[in-house]
Structures are given as structure tokens and as C-alpha cells.
């Protein structure tokens, strides 16, 4: 078997898995399949054109390495450029009528334009992705839809949509019995709840979270919500548990060895000491 021939079932395998964790909603899973898609073309800032030159000539195919690309740059760092790559991968993915690969893009686009304060045009991206979910019967992909939607009604204020959206989703993901759903949507109710200052109902959400996030091993989930959670208990004025759930968060962090210790190591540094 040649290189190039080695190199092309790779990348194709490589898809497959990554296309997989996305329908599934492992956001967090599909994200380090990416950045390992994006290492099988050099480094992160020749990947585009090596990912772009995907050999199978099949626009859907395209499009899907040009969303993991994206949703890879999108967790360095590099927003503007994976936003330009998804609503490039939403162009063609029209063209070629794949409405499930364009619910997974306008869901990935709202994450990226999220994080990078764009919480309006998220939304929309997100209704976007709910509505076609809706429409291709992609049960799974329309609870994290509903999520998505609840999550950032909850950044912008309407915490009555918030909480409507992510309840639906939460029914939804038992009759499916998905624990990565459920787990996902506890983590957004817990948000809410922190918003409105419902610190006591925050920290509930966020412990169940955790432990459905700790039983299906889904370690970097688990510290994140660690985190919030630490910062609800902050809010209440435990400093010893907020102490606890962010020296948790950050062991987690480093053996991952996470972008997130440092902000973590900061946080604890500035907490008053507790006397045992």
C-alpha cells in the first residue's frame, strides 16, 4: 500500500469516527478527532489546504472535513477563520441537498460564533440546525438543537425560552435514554440557574452533570462542569467547596494537559485560604 493510499483511509476512517461523535452529540469527543485529523496534515496552520484537497472529490465529503477543520481551529482559537470555512461548508452543502451535514455545520457555527460573543447570529445558526434536525427526523440532533437553543436564549437574557428549550430537551433525551444529552442539558440548566441567581438549583444541576459526565468517562465534560460549579459555590460563599470542585477541575486539566489549568491555577491562587 502506497503512502498517499495509506494517508486517504486514514483521513476516510478518521471521518467516519468524527461523523459519528458529531450525530451523537459528543461535541467535546469531536473536537480532539479533529484536531487528530488536522495533525494528519502537518500542523494546524497548513491544515486547511491539506484538508481541502480531500482526494475523494465528493463536495458532501468536503464539506464534512472542512467542518471538522473548523470546529478544530475553532477550540485554538482561530474563530474567524473557522466561521469563514463553515458558511463556505454550508454553500456547498446546499448544493448537494445534504440537510443532516448542514444541521451538523449551522450547529457547529452557532458554537463558534458563541465563543466568540456572537451570541445573536449563534442563535439563529442554532434554530437553523433544530429545524432541519426536525426535518430529517435526526432524533439526537434535534435534542442538542433544543440545547443549543436554551444554552444561548440563557446567554441573551430570556431565561423563560432557556428554560423551555432545554426541557424539551431534556424529555427528549430520556426517551432516548442519551446520557450524553441529558448530562449536556443539566450543564445548560445549571448555567440558567446560576444567571438568575438560583445558586442552590445551579449547584444541583451541576452535580448531576457531572457524575453522568464521570460515569461515561467523559473527563474534559467533567472539569468543565467542575468548574461551574465551583463557581456557583463561590457565589454562595463556600469557599472550601469552591476550593474542592476547581482543585478536581484542575487535576483533570493537567493530566489532559488543557488550555483551562491556567485560568483554573489563577482562580485558586485568588482564593482566600480556609482554615482546616
Not at 47 to 56: L, T
Not at 185 to 198: E, I, P
Amino acid at each position: 500500500m502506497t503512502a498517499p493510499t495509506s494517508m486517504s483511509t486514514a483521513h476516510s476512517a478518521l471521518l467516519a469516527v468524527i461523523d459519528c461523535a458529531t450525530a451523537t452529540g459528543l461535541d467535546v469527543g469531536t473536537w480532539q478527532l479533529a484536531s487528530t485529523l488536522v495533525s494528519c496534515f502537518e500542523q494546524v496552520s497548513h491544515a486547511a489546504e491539506g484538508v481541502s484537497a480531500d482526494r475523494s472529490h465528493d463536495p458532501t465529503t468536503q464539506a464534512r472535513s472542512r467542518r471538522f477543520l473548523a470546529h478544530a481551529l475553532s477550540r485554538v482559537g482561530r474563530r474567524v477563520e473557522a466561521t469563514g470555512i463553515l458558511k463556505d461548508s454550508l454553500i456547498h452543502l446546499r448544493t448537494a441537498g445534504d440537510r443532516t451535514g448542514q444541521a451538523h455545520t449551522h450547529l457547529t457555527l452557532a458554537i463558534t460564533l458563541s465563543r466568540s460573543g456572537d451570541d445573536v447570529e449563534a442563535l439563529a445558526h442554532a434554530q437553523a440546525a433544530l429545524a432541519l434536525y426536525r426535518d430529517v427526523e435526526h432524533r439526537a440532533g434535534e435534542g442538542h438543537g433544543l440545547n443549543a437553543v436554551g444554552w444561548l436564549h440563557g446567554q441573551l437574557g430570556d431565561h423563560t425560552a432557556a428554560f423551555t428549550h432545554c426541557g424539551q430537551a431534556m424529555d427528549l433525551f430520556r426517551k432516548l435514554d442519551d446520557r450524553n444529552g441529558e448530562a449536556v442539558t443539566w450543564d445548560s440548566l445549571g448555567y440558567v440557574n446560576h444567571r438568575l441567581r438560583r445558586y442552590t438549583q445551579a449547584g444541583h444541576c451541576f452535580r448531576t452533570a457531572r457524575e453522568l459526565f464521570r460515569s461515561m468517562s467523559d473527563q474534559t465534560r467533567e472539569a468543565l462542569t467542575l468548574l461551574r460549579l465551583g463557581d456557583t459555590l463561590h457565589d454562595l460563599g463556600d469557599r472550601r467547596a469552591t476550593r474542592d470542585a476547581w482543585r478536581r477541575a484542575l487535576e483533570i486539566f493537567t493530566d489532559l494537559d488543557h488550555s483551562d489549568a491556567v485560568d483554573i491555577r489563577i482562580r485558586l491562587a485568588g482564593l482566600p485560604r480556609v482554615e482546616q
